[in-house]
Nanobody, 121 residues
Framework: VQLQASGGGLVQAGGSLRLSCAAS????????MGWFRQAPGKEREFVAR????????NYADSVKGRFTISRDSAKSTVYLQMDSLKSEDTAVYYC???????????????WGQGTLVTVSS
């Protein structure tokens, strides 16, 4: 399994970015694709998750209403649309996949390389 994350960058507070995660190496039906983030000095935290087959989504409270996770099955790609960005959203963002319903990063077996999002205030 390979996950390739991209789309990070520098954006002003209130702005938007869209992250992409290209997935390959297996069929992802029955799996969950998640986005996590890790700020300097902090533990990796759950951001959002999507069930590959049904498209059901879950979000951390801190991003609910601002971020949207989606997937394009034909392209095997998961997206994270981030709107109304805040300085506290600054972190390295990772995509990952799991066969469990967990939102704990320890249960995600495969990870992308991370993409840095910096939000300036």
């Amino acid at each position: 399994v390979q996950l390739q994350a991209s789309g990070g960058g520098l954006v002003q507070a209130g702005g938007s970015l869209r992250l992409s995660c290209a997935a390959s190496g297996r069929t992802f039906n029955g799996y969950f694709m998640g986005w996590f983030r890790q700020a300097p000095g902090k533990e990796r935290e759950f951001v959002a998750r999507i069930t590959w087959s049904s498209g059901t989504t879950n979000y951390a409270d801190s991003v609910k209403g601002r971020f949207t996770i989606s997937r394009d099955s034909a392209k095997s790609t998961v997206y994270l649309q981030m709107d109304s960005l805040k300085s506290e959203d600054t972190a390295v963002y990772y995509c990952a996949t799991t066969s469990t319903t967990s939102t704990w990063y320890g249960n995600y077996a495969y990870w992308g390389q991370g993409t840095l999002v910096t939000v300036s205030s």
